[in-house]
């Protein structure tokens, strides 16, 4: 069964462990609409450093109805903008991108809390397996891709939720572990939560 999340708070904040190093510090606005939120992120992964700024307007249902990003990195400024309508269709930087037709969320590679948007969107419960496409946003240079991603819920440790999360095309599986408001505390390999 399916169970409501706690309200997240007003701030919250990531170490970068693994495959980058680095921190991640975002501001939560509730609104009776949905979720506003902005953060930044800053990291060195492979050599390459990058900085990674964005708001992101949530509805309802949390799914992403915009972001705005900025990055740096040693190929210089980027940003982009990207608008949905909360049903599977966007814009990035004004022109229509069906290559996301379908995707609901916002992932950014350069974030920890994004991972939070489907699993909050989708409330899922104990043993159900859904699909999450998103929008992914490369942290360099800020690219735009479709990433195909699934969510299982595994049963919970203590209050802590749990999920068995896959990108196919990252060959990449892992458990990711949530708190009561929905919001990751370990992602392996990738950070962990510090606040």
Do not use: K
């Amino acid at each position: 069964m399916a169970m409501s999340f706690a309200s997240v708070p007003a701030t919250a904040g990531w170490q970068h462990l693994g495959a980058r190093t680095g921190f991640e510090v975002v501001y939560f606005q509730a609104r009776d609409s949905g979720c506003d939120i902005e953060g930044w992120t800053t990291a060195t992964e492979d050599g390459v450093t990058w900085a990674v700024e964005y708001a992101i307007q949530l509805d309802a249902t949390w799914a992403t109805r915009s972001a705005r990003i900025r990055g740096r990195s040693p190929a210089g400024f980027s940003s982009r903008l990207l608008e949905a309508d909360g049903a599977g269709r966007w814009l990035v930087d004004g022109e229509t991108a069906p290559h996301l037709d379908g995707c609901l969320d916002v992932d950014l590679e350069s974030s920890a809390m994004t991972n939070a948007l489907p699993v909050r969107r989708m409330n899922l419960p104990v043993g159900a397996r859904a699909p999450a496409p998103a929008a992914y946003v490369r942290a360099a240079g800020l690219a735009v891709h479709r990433l195909d991603q699934t969510y299982v819920r595994t049963p919970d440790e203590a209050t802590r939720q749990c999920y068995d999360y896959s990108a196919p095309a990252f060959d990449f599986t892992c458990r990711l572990v949530y708190d009561e408001t929905g919001l990751v505390l370990d992602y392996p390999g990738i950070a962990v939560r510090v606040t």
